[in-house]
């Protein structure tokens, strides 16, 4: 009876991993599909989850709350597959109807994230809604400031940033990394919150070497609007 009752016991942790590896797919699959409509990269999610992981724990945070964070973060995007392609495809300026309606991705992601009561799609959606938010109140769409910014949009709004300033988009080269290091340290306490950027900014190498990691494919690499 214990032997069974052992059996029992690790067939269950394997279906519990199993299903856990399973919603990890199934959200990085999501990310994928969304990612390719507005032409970006497979391969930017997974650096952008990588490095919130990295940020997530220099910063201190709770191990369980880091991982969340990582699985949740590639889905900061998802309200843009209701965002016509005329817009996210625009190669020149937005005008200002077409920025507004550009804005709402961030409430149409939560509108599609919020319906599920589990932590990881709650996490999803919250950074859906905040991740534009910026750390002196004058990001979108509720302008909230500071640490009224939930911390997992702070950590993926940085991680989404840094990231795509240093790929290659449709409009643009990809930024060396000097550039995006800049760029960077130019928002900190405006875009950013200080703390993580003063983390990440300490840690450069290990942040640049997601790069090489995971690069893009420079033959389909193209971009889309931050």
Known sequence: I??????????????QDDLRETQKELVFTLADA???????TGAHVKR???A????????????????LIQNASPLHDIGKVAIPDAILHKPG???????NLMQQHAQFGLDILQRSHRPLMKMAAEIALSHHERWDGTGY?????????????????????FD????????????SPEMVAAAIRDGSGRQFEP?????????????????????????????NRL
């Open 2 to 15: 214990y032997t069974q009752s052992v059996a029992i016991t690790f067939e269950n942790i394997h279906l």
């Open 34 to 40: 969304v990612e390719a409509r507005t032409q970006k």
């Open 48 to 50: 952008v989850a990588m």
């Open 52 to 67: 919130c992981e990295m940020l997530a724990r220099m910063y201190g945070l709770p191990e369980a709350q880091v991982t």
């Open 93 to 99: 300026k937005l005008n200002t109807d077409e920025w």
């Open 141 to 161: 769409p509720n302008g909230l400031a500071g640490t009224d910014i939930p911390v997992s949009a702070r950590i993926t709004a940085l991680a989404d940033v």
């Open 164 to 175: 795509s300033l240093g790929s290659q988009l449709s409009y643009r080269e990809p930024w």
């Open 195 to 223: 703390a993580l950027v003063d983390l990440l900014l300490a840690n450069l190498d290990a942040f640049n070497a997601l790069r090489q990691m995971h690069p893009d494919d420079v033959d389909t690499a193209s971009g």
